[in-house]
Nanobody, 127 residues
Framework: QVRLVESGGGSVQTGGSLRLSCVVS????????MGWFRQVPGKDRDFVAA????????YYADSVKGRFTISRDNAKNTVDLQMNNLKSDDTALYYC????????????????????WGQGTQVTVSS
């Protein structure tokens, strides 16, 4: 059974930084493309960032481009999301997700294309 466990969420003021981490077990991590999504109550789960299984390609939502950085360490089975210059609109429950390598980058932006999910970690940004 594949298990994803997120950590690193918390409360921060506008302009601050947080680093989320996701540890994957139960499957060879290096064979998975990984993504981060976020969700606020009453809304759909939105794409934030994704990284290819090799780590050579990164993809970002326009709203976080230039502020967030996704990275992976295949030796540690982890995928991180460094979030800088946080805004109140970044407040959400953040989920880590994994799937087999995608045929096209578009697949990595769609939550329905992911097979494995963590339980989420809350990020709250206040002014």
């Amino acid at each position: 059974q594949v298990r994803l466990v997120e950590s690193g969420g918390g409360s921060v003021q506008t302009g601050g930084s947080l680093r989320l981490s996701c540890v994957v077990s139960g499957r060879t991590f290096s064979t998975l493309a990984m993504g981060w999504f976020r969700q606020v109550p009453g809304k759909d789960r939105d794409f934030v960032a994704a990284i290819s299984w090799t780590g050579s390609r990164e993809y970002y939502a326009d709203s976080v481009k230039g502020r967030f950085t996704i990275s992976r360490d295949n030796a540690k089975n982890t995928v991180d999301l460094q979030m800088n210059n946080l805004k109140s609109d970044d407040t959400a429950l953040y989920y880590c997700a994994g799937r087999p390598p995608a045929l096209t980058p578009d697949y990595l932006r769609q939550s329905r294309e992911y097979d494995y999910w963590g339980q989420g970690t809350q990020v709250t940004v206040s002014s």
